[in-house]
């Protein structure tokens, strides 16, 4: 069951990248701190390779797979050791493993490969990871990705490869408001770096000051996300989504449709763009289309990546003062099967959709949390029926995407159509196991709509609980994306400005 990989316990990183489904690590904090004695020398990988033949590789494979026979006929399939998330742990947390085991699945190591041997064992596991990602840094090319411990390397598409040179055009076009009709907004304007790339706003307003129906998405760690927007199961690039705020008529943001020649003329009388777009793509004689402006848009969110809050310094570089006692304790609650909190946030990204390169399959979600349940046609306003309207199923009316909570704290307000204000009263929705409006035209009782997620349950809560799941929340803000100058505002750095 999908659920338990991230098992009642904040160690699901650990559980999913090396034991088996299923098992919570319980591993020393002075342990899991320990770093390897043997010195990494051809010597010793080559011992480390041996032994690593000799008690591993029955199971997880000669090439750290886990593809062989013997683990094809298990029901608990070993893990992959060659998986991007052995990055994300400690040397100390992969010893306690094969020394303890994880029971029934995984026997520990026999009292023969005692002591160094185990350290062995574990620079060739380390060393069959380092050749899985050069593998995969060689397909991707030469972009310096700078991910955070425990992050995978994005999909990309194969027409659109990342270059510095592509990222830093998309960066200028992103902020730059040429790209509305009446040169008022920019993507930067619904999508700012302090609010973690949202606007604050409860919903989204065009250049033409037309109110949208929902609010602007995060952009932060859009990259790893398989599906784009609130509800829309088929936009899934970037480059075709930018076309939505660029041309899009309903509602109206940037209000460009019919107007690709005035972008062009507007991109090319700006001197700045000549050498950035000749850059980006070499080797074109008219390198100023709207498809170059899409994919390079594309480019540089791709780019806007947060793995370095005071929660990963806590769980995944090892500094057990980086987050209070209180947000311990809700992390607790967090993975709690009482709260079931991480069914729908989950993983590295804390939300259930999810991809990212070589993953076996995209994995996509949509969830009616019982914010409304009105009377009528429909149990959700008519404007907002989420997933329902590309469906036409009744039984995707009010299904939308769970968004990550990485910097949720700066991201207020929130749902689909910032009808929840803060935190808080986010936390109380969920405690309630759904949203009751007592009065008005959306007046109902969410907790009784019947395509709510069977993960949004009522739940015991008391005030110093609420206060440990905030202290958590608020450990998952990101400051140095937030003010991080390769994310921010270039037309500031030059004379010239949109």
């Known amino acids: 069951m999908r659920s338990r990989l991230f098992a009642a316990s904040a160690f699901f990183l650990v559980c999913r990248a090396l034991a088996h489904e299923g098992h919570v690590l319980h591993v020393p904090a002075s342990l899991m701190r320990m770093a390897n004695p043997v010195a990494k020398t051809p010597d010793q990988l080559s ?68 002591g160094l041997d185990r350290w062995r064992i574990i620079l060739w596991v380390r ?159 008219q390198p100023v289309t709207v498809d170059h402006v899409t994919k390079a848009l594309a480019s540089f969110e791709r780019t806007i990546i947060s793995g370095l809050s005071p929660y990963d310094r806590y769980r995944f570089s090892g500094d057990p003062k980086a987050i209070s006692k209180s947000a311990k304790n809700g992390e607790s609650l967090f993975f709690s099967e009482r709260l079931e909190c991480f069914h729908c946030h989950g993983g590295f990204n804390f939300t259930g959709s999810l991809d990212y390169l070589d993953k ?62 803060t935190l808080q009263a986010a936390i109380d929705h969920y405690r309630a196991g759904g949203r009751t409006i007592a009065s008005g035209p959306n007046a109902g009782v969410g907790a009784g709509n019947s395509n709510k997620s069977e993960f949004v349950r009522r739940f015991s809560l008391s005030e110093r609980e609420k206060a440990d799941l905030l202290a958590f929340l608020r450990s998952l803000t990101d400051e140095k994306l937030l003010t991080d100058p390769r994310l921010g505002d270039p037309w500031v750095e030059t004379t010239t400005k949109p």
């Open 47 to 114: 011992a480390g390779e041996i032994l690593y033949g000799k008690y591993c590789a029955s199971c997880h494979g000669l090439n750290g797979r886990s593809d062989t026979p013997v683990a094809r006929s298990l029901k608990v399939q070993p893990a992959d050791l060659t998986n991007f998330q052995m990055a994300a742990l400690h040397d100390g947390e992969i010893y306690w493993v094969i020394t303890h085991g994880l029971r029934p699945a995984m026997p520990p190591l026999p009292r023969q490969a005692a």
């Open 127 to 285: 060393e069959l990871r380092n050749r899985q990602e050069a593998l995969v840094s060689a397909q991707l090319g030469d972009f310096d990705w700078r991910l955070p411990p425990g992050f995978p390397y994005p999909n990309v598409p194969k027409d659109n490869s990342m270059t510095d040179a592509k990222v830093e055009l998309g960066r200028r076009l992103f902020y730059d408001r040429r790209l509305s009709e009446n040169q008022t907004q920019s993507c930067a304007t619904c999508h700012q770096q302090r609010l973690a790339f949202t606007d604050g706003k409860p919903r989204g307003v065009g250049s033409t000051g037309e109110i949208h129906p929902r609010g602007p998405m995060s952009l932060v760690n859009v990259a790893y996300s398989p599906v784009l927007t609130w509800a829309n199961p088929n936009m899934r690039r970037l480059e075709m989504q930018a076309l939505v705020p660029l041309f899009g008529e309903h509602p109206v943001e940037m209000g460009m449709n019919g107007k690709e020649d005035l972008l062009v003329a507007r991109l090319k009388a700006e001197p700045v763009y000549a050498p950035l777009f000749a850059a980006a793509f070499p080797g074109d004689t």
């Open 360 to 421: 076996g399959f995209a994995e996509v979600e949509f969830h009616n949390t019982g914010l409304y349940n009105v009377k009528g046609e429909t149990s959700y306003p008519k404007d907002n029926t989420g997933l329902f309207e590309f469906t036409q199923d009744p039984a995707d009316i009010g299904k939308f995407k769970a968004p990550t909570l990485r910097n949720i704290a700066v991201t207020a307000p929130y749902m689909h159509d910032g009808s929840v204000l």
